[in-house]
């Protein structure tokens, strides 16, 4: 079965500061990798994804991830945090069998942003 | 194009009560998702529908069942509710036609069982 693991459910940055949330996944095939991003009392929304095309991937508001097979990690990276980033960040790996849209979610990191 | 709308928003019951959520998906989405976010358990899977068939089931009790009606729109049952089932549920939409995992979510159905 395939699996993420978010390390650090709650990490902390100031304002301008590099934004670094890891994810390492576990799977026998090649996966399908995704960052959603949750704010307070909403769903989620998709902020990139890794299709096995290029390994590193751009995402929305300035996000971007690094797949690296070497290390089995998806971390997401953002270079300069704003305020408006804080939320909560859910990195999820897709169960690869065909017709199948079933998602594997981590536990979750929660992003605060110090002013 | 509209999103994937989630009815109700909020709602209260008691425990041995029964709850019917509901969830119409983005126009020309046909596979409809259902997940249980709780601060203990995360994001847990339900139960996944493409043309009013389950594709997919996850690990939860014959008392969380679901349905999708020809339109795509979709519900789901959670009987003789118990205090664990608190929780967010949450609707997702995809296209179906292809496993890419990308999902579009509504804004949940928070649940509170006294």
């Known amino acids: 079965a395939q699996s993420v693991t978010q390390l650090g459910s709650h990490v902390s940055v100031s304002e301008g500061a590099l934004v670094l949330l890891r994810c390492n996944y576990s799977?026998?095939?090649?996966?399908?990798l995704f960052w959603y991003v949750q704010y307070p009392n909403q769903g989620l929304q998709l902020l990139l994804k890794?299709?096995?095309?290029?390994?590193l991937v751009k995402g929305i508001n300035g996000f971007e991830a690094e797949f690296k097979k070497s290390e089995t990690s998806f971390h997401l990276t953002k270079p300069s945090a704003h305020m408006s980033d804080a939320a909560e960040y859910f990195c999820?790996?897709?169960?690869?069998?065909?017709?199948?849209?079933?998602?594997?979610f981590g536990t979750g990191t929660r992003l605060t942003i110090i002013p | 194009k509209a999103g994937v709308t989630q009815t109700p928003r909020y709602l209260i019951k008691t425990r041995g009560q029964q709850v019917t959520l509901s969830c119409s998906p983005i126009?020309?989405?046909?596979?409809v998702s259902w997940y249980q976010q709780t601060p203990g358990q995360g994001l847990q899977f339900l139960f996944e529908?493409?043309?009013?068939?389950?594709?997919n089931k996850g690990n939860f009790p014959g008392r969380f069942s679901g349905r999708q009606f020809s339109n795509s729109r979709s519900e789901m049952n959670v009987s003789t509710l118990e205090l664990g089932d608190s929780a967010l549920y949450l609707c997702?939409?995809?296209?179906?036609?292809?496993?890419?995992?990308?999902?579009?979510f509504g804004e949940g159905s928070r649940l509170t069982v006294l």
């Open positions: 890794y299709t096995s095309a290029a390994t």
């Open positions: 999820a790996v897709s169960d690869l069998n065909f017709g199948n849209e079933k998602l594997t």
């Open positions: 529908y493409f043309s009013e068939t389950q594709r």
């Open positions: 799977s026998s095939v090649p996966p399908y």
């Open positions: 997702a939409s995809a296209s179906g036609r292809s496993n890419t995992g990308e999902l579009f």
């Open positions: 126009s020309g989405h046909r596979s």
